[in-house]
């Protein structure tokens, strides 16, 4: 792994929305944040989008991990309107799993910043997630600056 | 044969085979340790030393005879070849009704029935998103939606597969048309594919939704119902599928599967039923790796352990009791994203192994199946793969062509060995239900599914265009991915709740309290309630809340 670790240690929600609960690739996911040295949470599949601004919320995390295999991806688009409606629009939200290709720009055109797909290697979404994590911060950052002005 | 017979027909054996070894090392240099994906180590090569044949009558005998391990009926595939199962299902029932009918005019003489997701979340198509309904499966919610999806379908005379979860409402809204044609319940014949609640739970593969115990009270009243009234009908699969789909090996898989086997069967006996008629309309689903001879072994070791199992721990007399009979998939965790087309290939030898193991019935997948859900063009060549295999390879002149092999005896040996260990660990643990229930087993799959992860970040495990062989700039697909149409599936959801606002809401109520009723008093059979409901015009997602609050809801069980 070429990541250097985060202090304090970034904070990445593994989730799965809708209706699909094949978990193997979130659990995987999740031990490789993990061993990355990563606080990660972790939820069963099947969770609502307001269910899971509000453990955003609550965990202060500084990434959403989605994963997808049967068309939940249709519905991250609102994840993403939600977390901004929640003053959340700093959170930096990735999606994994088996999206089609022609369906890959309308979730990157909402605000998502990759998609990685089955055979993706370990130390890229790694890599990824680290760098979208330091964004998120340094946005974060900024608004509280913003708005301390 | 002893084994010194063997040697004393070998008479040059050990010098020969001396002067293999010593050529091997010599050539080779430092060897690999080489291990198959359920951790058995594979040697370069196997003599009658590993394997003499000695124990051919005990272990092997003939195709129809106990203990089955060279296959389950005394013809197999040179008589009637596997059933094609292919999974059909998406859109609003006139969409499968008008599938299931080019399917039925190509010759098919079996179907299949997938559900949306949300049905299997236990939810009314009213109740989420459209924009994911009819994705991966049919919305069906009612008795008046399935019989529009089986308009013209002869009922009685053609097999369904039905991904029915528990509470098997896809089974009661058939019955209910049934009743509604004339068509008596003795003659509907299938199978309650997806009744393993156990493997579901598990695995999260669909969604679990009532609380263990209560799914277990429902599969056995399920079975208990089928028995009495559907006697064409198998209530159980029991899924090795989904448990090695989430990462079980391909031995943890079997030992699961059959541990969960015993758990229903003595479940049965223990509400009294005769095991012998519970144990005949027994059926397993596995999936069928890229790992060649590991699953064709896996498959042979199963068929004898079952066997075994069956007639000496469960004391089944009927030989129909002893036989192991399986439906396989093609494994979808083998295809890769990249170079998609290679996926064809992939199959093909999945397809193989399936097989040559002896599979009664089998589900190819589309290639595409790692990008996008299977078009109708994808699905062709999944099956055009079948035929190409049983028409023009002559895989089916032989039954069990691969006994024999000195490497294949011996890693069906070596399998069958794993197995029952992983049999022994779920029995110390008190039986699969309660296995389940304290995660042992999802613990198990999750460091399998996670070793085998290393395997492949590590380039021990190689995937062609995945960590070798990659081509840089790979073009995406143009295809577009087809999705159900959203104007139509939203008024089918307007028609559906405007089906809820016109029917006779006491009706509705009267039947909705006799299923808690029914639900709430252990001596009574839940699920005549739950086909009595369905045919009072109750929706899936009534009768799921209902039971939900009865017998409790089903959480997940986290463990990452």
Same mark, same amino acid.
């Given at each position: 792994m070429t990541t250097s670790r985060l202090d304090p240690p970034a904070r990445v929600l593994v989730t799965k929305i809708g209706?699909?609960? %094949?978990d193997r690739g979130s659990r995987i996911v999740a031990a490789f944040l993990r061993d990355a040295g990563m606080d990660v949470i972790y939820t069963p599949p099947w969770q609502s989008i307001g269910a899971v601004v509000k453990l955003a919320t609550e965990e202060d995390v500084d990434a959403i991990g989605v994963s997808s295999l049967?068309?939940? %991806?249709?519905?991250v688009p609102n994840l993403l309107q939600a977390l901004r409606a929640a003053g959340l629009g700093h959170i930096g939200v990735v999606v994994g799993g088996i999206v089609p290709d022609d369906e890959r720009p309308a979730l990157l055109q909402a605000g998502v910043s990759a998609i990685f797909g089955p055979g993706a290697a370990r130390d890229e979404i790694v890599d990824h997630v680290a760098m979208i994590v330091a964004k998120s911060r340094q946005t974060r950052d900024a608004d509280l600056w913003e708005s301390a002005r | 044969m002893t084994k010194e017979a063997v040697q004393l027909s070998l008479p040059g054996f050990d010098q020969a085979y001396g002067q293999w070894r010593a050529d091997y090392s010599e050539q080779i240099g430092a060897d690999r340790v080489v291990k198959n994906r359920s951790g058995i180590e594979i040697k370069p090569l196997y003599t009658p030393r590993d394997w003499?044949?000695?124990?051919y009558d005990a272990d092997l005998g003939f195709?129809?005879?106990?203990?089955?391990?060279?296959?389950?009926?005394?013809?197999?595939h040179r008589g009637r070849t596997w059933s094609q199962r292919q999974l059909v299902g998406l859109g609003v029932p006139e969409d499968y009704n008008a599938r299931v009918h080019q399917i039925l005019a190509a010759g098919a003489t079996a179907i299949s029935f997938l559900p949306c997701n949300s049905f299997f979340r236990g939810v009314?198509?009213?109740?989420?998103?459209?924009?994911?309904?009819?994705?991966?499966g049919t919305v069906a919610n009612t008795a008046d939606d399935m019989d529009v999806a089986l308009k013209g379908v002869p009922l009685g005379k053609i097999s369904t597969a039905m991904n029915d979860p528990s509470p098997f409402t896809l089974l009661a809204f058939t019955l209910a048309v049934a009743k509604r044609r004339g068509v008596?319940?003795?003659s509907i014949s299938g199978t309650s594919n997806q009744s393993d609640y156990l493997s579901l739970f598990i695995a999260n593969h669909m969604f679990f939704r009532l609380s263990l115990a209560g799914s277990r009270r429902v599969l056995i009243d399920h079975i208990e119902f089928c028995l009495k009234?559907?006697?064409?009908?198998?209530?159980?699969s029991v899924v090795g599928q989904h448990m090695q789909q989430a990462g079980a090996t391909p031995a943890q898989t079997v030992g699961f599967t059959l541990s969960t086997a015993l758990q229903y069967a003595e479940d049965c006996v223990d509400r009294g039923m005769d095991v012998d008629a519970v144990l005949r309309r027994f059926t397993f689903f596995f999936d069928i790796s890229i790992s060649f001879f590991e699953e064709i072994a896996k498959c042979r070791a199963a068929r004898r352990i079952w066997a075994r199992l069956a007639r000496e721990?469960?004391?089944?007399?009927?030989?129909a009791s002893w036989r192991f009979k399986f439906h396989a998939q093609t494994s979808g965790?083998?295809?890769?994203?990249?170079?998609?087309?290679?996926n064809i290939a992939r199959v093909a030898v999945q397809a193989m192994a399936g097989i040559m193991s002896g599979l009664q019935s089998m589900h190819t997948d589309a290639y595409d199946e790692a990008i996008a859900t299977p078009t109708e063009e994808t699905a062709r060549i999944a099956v055009a793969t079948q035929n190409i295999l049983r028409?023009?390879?002559?895989?089916?002149?032989?039954?069990?062509?691969?006994?024999?092999?000195y490497y294949v005896e011996t890693l069906t040996d070596r399998m069958e060995a794993e197995i029952l260990d992983v049999i022994a660990k779920i029995d110390a643990a008190g039986g699969m239900f309660k296995a389940a229930e304290t995660g042992l087993v999802q613990t198990m799959i999750g460091n399998s599914a996670l070793a085998y992860q290393e395997r492949i970040e590590s380039g021990e495990e190689k995937i062609v265009g995945v960590n070798c062989y990659r081509h840089e700039g790979e073009e995406n697909s143009a295809k577009p991915t087809e999705r159900p149409d959203l104007e139509r599936m939203k008024a089918h959801v307007a028609r559906f709740k405007q089906h809820k606002a016109e029917r006779s809401q006491d009706e509705v109520r009267r039947a909705l309290d006799d299923l808690a009723r029914a639900a709430a008093?252990?001596?009574?059979?839940v699920y005549e309630s739950v086909v009595e409901a369905a045919g009072r015009g109750v929706t899936h997602g009534e009768i799921v809340s209902c039971l939900r609050k009865e017998l409790g809801f089903g959480n997940p069980l986290v463990i990452a």
């Open positions: 209706l699909d609960g %094949h049967a068309t939940d %991806h249709l519905i | 003499s044949g000695a124990a195709p129809g005879q106990y203990p089955f391990t060279r296959g389950v009926y005394p013809t197999m009314d198509c009213d109740e989420v998103d459209p924009v994911l309904l009819g994705t991966c008596p319940w003795s009234h559907t006697p064409n009908w198998n209530a159980v721990r469960l004391g089944a007399k009927n030989p965790v083998d295809l890769t994203r990249q170079q998609p087309l290679n028409e023009e390879a002559h895989l089916c002149d032989v039954i069990d062509p691969l006994a024999g092999s008093s252990p001596r009574d059979n």
